[in-house]
């Protein structure tokens, strides 16, 4: 993933959004990060209003568009 991403993605944030990328589910990228999958979502919603998406699928194709 590219440096370009907006001020404020943290590092957590950043490795869901990796496997967002991949397709993965919330509750497979919560199994691979050992996360629950509530966490996972607050990082999708964390993401959604850093990124201005207003849904995951939406933030799958910026994330896509980044690199």
């Known amino acids: 993933m590219p440096d370009s991403l907006p001020v404020g993605i943290t590092p957590a944030e950043r490795r869901v959004l990796d496997l967002l990328r991949q397709g993965d589910s ?8 050992v ?6 979502e607050s990082h ?24």
């Open 35 to 40: 996360l629950s999958p509530r966490t996972v």
């Open 26 to 33: 919330n509750r497979h990228i919560a199994a691979q990060l």
């Open 44 to 67: 999708v919603s964390h993401l959604l209003a850093k990124t201005g998406c207003r849904s995951r699928t939406q933030l799958l194709l910026w994330a896509l568009a980044q690199g």
